[in-house]
């Protein structure tokens, strides 16, 4: 939007504001798995300090869990199909950061529920 050559779409209002940028985070419920590099396969991990969010889990399931908001990523395999391995220890494929009192990895378990009610809101 920013380069369009079309004037009524281009991206006017930006402007600089030394603050945070944050990416947006609509539809977050369904955009599973989490981080840059879907390393975190449900919101109820994202929201554990990251030594506590599983090392390694299965990718490429489509049954949701409504409970931890994310795909089941527990079996390996589902609909007669292999499923991805996906292993946090190998180089790049991290799920550390997103951590601390600012992340909400450090609240207690009843407003962390409370957090991921409202997160189904967006
Ligand atoms: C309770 C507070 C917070 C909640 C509920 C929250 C929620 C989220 C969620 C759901 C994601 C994953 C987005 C995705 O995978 O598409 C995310 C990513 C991210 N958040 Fe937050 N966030 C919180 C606090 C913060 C703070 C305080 C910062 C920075 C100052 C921050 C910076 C980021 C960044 C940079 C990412 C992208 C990380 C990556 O892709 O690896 N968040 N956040």
Do not use: C
């Amino acid at each position: 939007m920013l380069y369009s050559a079309d004037p009524d779409r281009r991206f006017r209002h930006f402007r600089k504001t030394w603050g945070y940028a944050n990416a947006p985070l609509d539809g977050i419920w369904l955009r599973a798995p989490y981080l840059h590099n879907g390393s975190v396969p449900t919101l109820w991990d994202l929201l554990q300090p990251a030594a506590q969010r599983p090392k390694l889990f299965y990718r490429g399931n489509d049954l949701y869990d409504p409970r931890h908001l994310g795909f089941v990523a527990d079996p390996p395999a589902a609909n007669g199909r292999p499923l991805f391995a996906f292993d946090t220890t190998l180089p790049g494929n991290g799920n550390a950061g997103h951590e601390g009192a600012a992340y909400g990895t450090t609240l207690p378990d009843a407003d962390k529920w409370a957090l991921l009610e409202y997160l189904k809101t967006f």
